[in-house]
């Protein structure tokens, strides 16, 4: 577990201090432009990254008036400095818009007292204004050195010692994620809040059949109105990339009649919802007295506000601000003068370093394109993603008359499959609507495997899934009924209700389940069909997927029950918690937990530990108890050992912290897998399900008037996602990356964010640079 530096890896940790070390040198931290959820993630990596490896580490408050003003508003930070903030909105330190600072005679004052303190490298988390600002400071870096020294405020001495130190870096915030980025800072908890809203909205919407219009932030980019909208099954979109064409009213009041003229039982959570931006044109889009005049519905409408801007930072955003901050830190401490300046991003599961000028030149081009009205060049321009998104939505929004659906005589299945997961009812609803919009005849397989047996099967339309994608749980019913005993049975049921394909959305025992399937194809000529399975999981355990649905929202309960567990603790002085997670042997909730939480310890199956650790572990929280910092946290995941078990744990670190700290336990147990998806499985689940029909189809459509019966692997598939991929794997290639006796992959891509936690916590431990992101000119959006 978190050992000493007697029991750490050799040469990774040693190799990363000799070559990288940051003796000597200063590290100022600023938080600039508007606030978002996760940045006081990133100002404690950033400090504790940099103290780990030797580095002095100021606070600059209020951004760069605080660098104008110098004085108390730089400060040096220390470890505790950031205790207890990761749970915290907005930043610590302060955030102001600087006019000072657009002119030289600012920079200049701002140059002068970062040399007083010898801050020679800057991080900046602030939005694309700040990063574009503080590249025109670190340019005119040296010239400003000597006008300093022409003024007499500092010798020639500095300016040789410094003249080509000052490197900056940049960890990109805002919640419009309208940046280069897979994802900026801030997004997720963003997508928190609006959903949060839409859902409370809906129980009033349910009551009295009203339409409702919100309007959410996003300037000029439409990420956060079209992620929302997917996630809330809004029933009509305004994008600033996408603005109405011609006849928009007919056609939007065509929508919402449909949609209320629906039994009322079935518009739980589509009808009368429309998610709104302002559209930066000429137009005045107003919908509300639209659909009043034209359609007499009663109308409310919703303006957000910066209400999306507040509020607690969720899981993601918490892991991705660390991620950022310590890369941070990493990269200024490889960085040259020759270096260019850069934006530490994410790329799928890899953080890397972006080109800042690329960046920047990107998002100028999109708002070019809108300004011409080039709308279809704005949405390629955003990426593969954003545009994905807007095509998805408009399947899933607007059905064709079914006298222009061409039919396919097809029908496709769908079944749950294993333990519920959050996010399982986005995907079924998903399915059923792309595949009806591609003319196949959709059934719905009710309780699992067993229910599939016993020929609990129905057709399911277009408006029988209305309202699913924030439901939480499973509709169909879910069970953990694997298919081998019932082979015979559910071969009758393939062949009576003429199934052409199968899709499978669940855990490990749906992996199980479809390999038993493939395997009966020699006995059952029925199973010879596409198969494809989408994971689901809290788990997150399924081969073959980096991520799986339900295990989002399930480690935002977590680190939601941890903020409450230790602010219980505000009024009581030196206490531990131990929490017991979820997830069978695969320890991704208590690993991601952990470092979402800010966990002193986190102990998980993948990584063996024993007396020895545990001892370490109750030492250093002993030690931690001495400072102002007097709360401990520690995460177990429920399978982690045999005998170190969470009573045997609890019960020596009580022992052993006698007269330090007392203890408390908590196991949280099945409320991981309840509750309302979060807007991440929600999006998930309806874009991969939308991905896997797809799949479907083509498979489908190569059999056309052949009677092709599907015997190949490639005809049987775990649909994943692998770093920025979302991949077809045929379950036979697969079985050689399972641990089949633990039930987990071999290989699990967030062990090497597990150093993280550790040096965040204040432990020794490696970190292998070679798994930090490099200098990557890599086309911007690309997923």
């Not at 302002?278 to 303006?303: K, M």
């Not at 077809?728 to 964010?753: C, G, M, S």
């Amino acid at each position: 577990m978190d050992a000493d530096d007697s029991r750490a890896p050799k040469g990774s940790l040693r190799k990363f201090l000799e070559h990288l070390s940051g003796a000597g040198k200063a590290i100022g931290v600023l938080t600039s432009g508007g606030d978002a959820q996760g940045m006081n993630a990133a100002v404690r990596a950033v400090v504790r990254m940099g103290i780990y490896v030797g580095a002095k580490v100021y606070f600059i408050y209020e951004g760069y008036q605080g660098m104008v003003d110098g004085g108390s508003n730089i400060a040096e930070a220390d470890w505790e400095s950031v205790s207890s903030i990761l749970q915290v909105g907005g930043t610590i330190i302060g955030s102001a818009r600087c006019q000072a600072f657009r002119t030289r005679e600012g920079r200049l004052k701002a140059a002068r007292n970062l040399l007083q303190r010898g801050i020679t490298n800057l991080c900046v988390i602030g939005g694309d204004g700040s990063l574009t600002g503080a590249n025109i400071f670190r340019k005119e870096w040296s010239g400003l050195l000597e006008e300093l020294a022409r003024n007499g405020q500092i010798d020639n001495e500095a300016v040789q010692k410094y003249a080509y130190s000052c490197v900056a870096w940049w960890v990109h915030r805002h919640i419009d994620n309208d940046f280069a980025h897979d994802m900026t800072i801030g997004t997720d908890s963003a997508l928190h809040r609006i959903i949060e809203v839409v859902d409370a909205i809906m129980t009033t919407a349910q009551s009295h059949q009203r339409t409702f219009v919100l309007e959410v932030m996003g300037r000029h980019c439409g990420y956060l109105a079209l992620v929302s909208a997917l996630a809330c099954g809004a029933d009509w979109v305004f994008l600033p990339e996408s603005p109405p064409e011609e006849g928009w009213e007919e056609q939007m009041c065509v929508k919402l009649s449909e949609v209320m003229r629906v039994p009322w039982p079935l518009i739980a959570g589509d009808a009368g919802c429309i998610a709104l931006i302002r559209i930066p044109t000429s137009e005045n889009i107003s919908p509300s007295p639209l659909v009043v005049t034209q359609l007499g519905y009663d109308t409310r409408v919703t303006i957000l506000g910066h209400v999306q801007r507040g509020g607690t930072p969720s899981a993601f955003d918490r892991i991705l601000a660390s991620r950022m901050g310590v890369e941070a830190v990493i990269a200024l401490l490889e960085a040259t003068p020759d270096t260019p300046a850069c934006v530490v991003s994410l790329n799928g599961n890899h953080a890397v370093r972006l080109p800042l000028m690329e960046c920047v030149q990107m998002t100028q081009d999109v708002q070019k394109a809108m300004d011409e009205r080039r709308f279809q060049d704005a949405v390629r321009l955003r990426g593969r993603s954003f545009a994905g998104n807007l095509n998805t939505y408009k399947r899933l929004a607007i059905k064709l008359p079914d006298d222009q659906i061409p039919k396919t005589n097809c029908n496709v299945a769908v079944i749950n499959v294993g333990a519920p997961a959050a996010g399982m009812n986005a995907a079924v609803r998903s399915a059923v609507r792309v595949g009806i919009a591609d003319g196949h005849r959709m059934l719905a397989i009710y309780d699992g495997f067993d229910g599939f047996a016993k020929g609990q099967i129905k057709e399911i339309g277009w408006t029988d899934v209305g309202g699913w994608t924030g439901q939480g749980g499973s509709i169909l019913g879910t069970k953990r009924v694997l298919p081998g005993k019932y082979l015979d049975e559910i071969a009758t049921q393939m062949r009576t209700h003429s199934i052409n394909a199968l899709l499978i959305i669940g855990g490990f025992e749906a992996y199980l389940g479809l390999l038993e399937l493939s395997a009966a194809r020699e006995k059952h000529e029925e199973f010879c069909v596409p198969m494809v399975m989408v994971p689901a999981t809290v788990s997150n355990n399924v081969p073959g997927s980096d991520f799986s649905i339900g295990a989002d929202t399930a480690l935002n309960t977590i680190t939601d029950t941890c903020d409450r567990i230790k602010q219980s603790a505000s009024g009581t002085k030196r206490r531990v918690f131990i929490i017991e997670t979820m997830g069978g042997y695969c320890g991704y909730l208590a690993n991601m937990g952990g470092l979402a939480a800010g966990a002193d310890a986190a102990y998980i199956f993948e990584e063996p530990f024993d007396i020895r650790d545990l001892q370490s572990n109750v030492e250093h929280l002993t030690e931690k108890m001495k400072t102002t910092i007097q709360r401990g946290l520690v995460l177990r995941n429920e399978s982690c050992s045999e005998n170190y078990t969470t009573d045997f744990i609890y019960q020596l670190y009580s022992e052993e912290g006698k007269g330090v700290f007392d203890c408390r336990k908590n196991v949280l147990g099945h409320m991981q897998q309840g509750g309302a998806p979060s807007p991440f499985d929600r999006n998930f689940g309806t874009k991969i399900s939308a991905r896997a029909m797809e799949w479907i189809t083509a498979k489908l459509k190569e059999a056309r008037g052949r009677g092709k019966k599907f015997t190949t692997d490639d005809s049987v598939c775990v649909l994943g996602i692998s770093k920025r991929n979302v991949i077809f794997q045929p379950v036979a290639e697969l079985k050689k990356q399972t641990d089949f006796e633990h039930r987990i992959p071999k290989e699990q891509w967030w062990l090497k964010l597990r150093p993280l936690m550790k040096i965040l916590a204040k432990y020794k431990a490696s970190y292998d640079v070679s798994d930090s992101g490099q200098l990557e000119h890599v086309q911007p959006w690309s997923v």
